[in-house]
């Protein structure tokens, strides 16, 4: 079972659509959780940390349950600019940033 | 302020060639990752430094890859030969932190895409 997994994907959706991404962790201990975007032939960027209480950037949220080990990353009224792929990231104090396999998000027209 | 500078962007190589790849971080970052990225998955990490030592070089396959940054700053990767399966894009990464603490960004090259023929 690989560390941290994600919806499969793709997600096609139209304009203005509200779509939710899952990922699981393994590592009971993981401290810090992250979204990162990945454009087409691009390198990944930051797209927010995720934090216990939940968190929000304008049309994006973020969630974490520790107990589940379960994050979430919410996109209300999808624009054409959000497609891309999203990583769900983990980083354990001391170790490394761990990567999910993304998933990929089409907002159609 | 430069970002994390990477050459060569694209390199074609034929099968047992070695090749190599450069890496500058950004300036101040001690913590410099090397990832390997494969189409439609999530990038992997091959080896992490903390300025010039190599911290976790586990998944780093050391019969053909090597990785330097003698003098901590930059960074070179190499593989010697090449393989098949080693096509792949390969990424750069720097961040702030020392001994497990880090501020929890990375920053990415453009990457280094190879092609084994």
């Known amino acids: 079972r690989k560390e941290v997994e994600q919806d499969p994907g793709p997600f096609n959706v139209p304009e203005g659509a509200t779509v939710a991404f899952n990922c699981t962790y393994s590592?009971?201990?993981?401290?810090?959780f992250f979204w990162y975007r990945q454009d087409c032939r691009k390198e990944p960027k930051l797209l927010m940390s995720?934090?216990?209480s939940g968190n929000e950037d304008g049309r994006f949220t973020a969630q974490l349950n520790r107990a589940s080990q379960y994050i979430s990353l919410l996109i209300r009224d999808s624009k054409l600019s959000d497609s891309a792929t999203y990583l769900c990231?983990?980083?354990?104090?001391?170790?490394?940033?761990?990567f999910g396999p993304g998933t990929r998000l089409s907002v159609l027209p | 302020e430069a970002g994390v500078v990477q050459s060569p962007r694209y390199k074609i190589i034929e099968k047992k060639q070695p090749v190599a790849f450069w890496c500058n971080p950004i300036?101040?970052?001690?913590?410099l990752y090397w990832y390997l990225q494969n189409l439609g998955q999530g990038p992997e990490l091959l080896i992490r430094?903390?300025?010039?030592?190599?911290?976790?070089d586990s998944q780093l396959p050391k019969d053909r890859f090597s990785a330097e940054r003698l003098k901590g700053v930059d960074s070179t990767l190499k593989i010697q030969p090449a393989e098949l399966g080693d096509s792949a894009v390969y990424l750069c990464?720097?961040?702030?932190?020392?001994?497990?603490?880090?501020?929890?960004?990375?920053?990415f090259g453009e990457g280094s895409r190879l092609t084994v023929l």
């Open positions: 990464a720097s961040s702030l932190g020392y001994r497990g603490l880090n501020t929890g960004e990375l920053f």
């Open positions: 995720v934090y216990s």
């Open positions: 590592n009971s201990a993981s401290q810090s």
């Open positions: 300036s101040g970052h001690n913590t």
């Open positions: 430094y903390e300025n010039e030592e190599a911290v976790d």
């Open positions: 990231v983990v980083y354990n104090y001391g170790q490394n940033f761990v």
